[in-house]
Nanobody, 124 residues
């Protein structure tokens, strides 16, 4: 089992920045793929960014490339999402996710553990 606790989020104007954090417990952090997803009202949950457990590999959704940065600190069992140049369409509930599967994918069903979600609202 992996427990995930998110922090950060809030309300920001378009063009601004926000940072999210997610603390993990219950399993050796370095053995877990970590990721961020988001879900806007009336839409399906979508992949935002992922950080593979080995190799320092990161992947991003096209919609956030160049604006968002995912990072992880294995010593602190924490993954971060730095969000810059925010747009109103980034408004959503953001979820931290963890996967112990061999491969890291962008499919929500391939991530077993989820945080409670944190609201990010970008005003125009």
């Amino acid at each position: 089992q992996v427990q995930l606790v998110e922090s950060g989020g809030g309300l920001v104007q378009a063009g601004g920045s926000l940072a999210l954090s997610c603390a993990a417990s219950g399993r050796t952090f370095s053995s877990i793929h970590m990721g961020w997803f988001r879900q806007a009202p009336g839409k399906e949950r979508e992949f935002v960014a992922g950080f593979r457990r080995t190799g320092g590999i990161t992947i991003y959704a096209d919609s956030v490339k160049g604006r968002f940065t995912i990072s992880r600190d294995n010593a602190k069992n924490t993954v971060y999402l730095q969000m810059n140049s925010l747009k109103p369409e980034d408004t959503a509930v953001y979820y931290c996710a963890a996967s112990t599967f061999l491969l890291m994918t962008i499919t929500p069903t391939q991530w077993q553990y989820w945080g409670q979600g944190t609201q990010v609202t970008v005003s125009s």
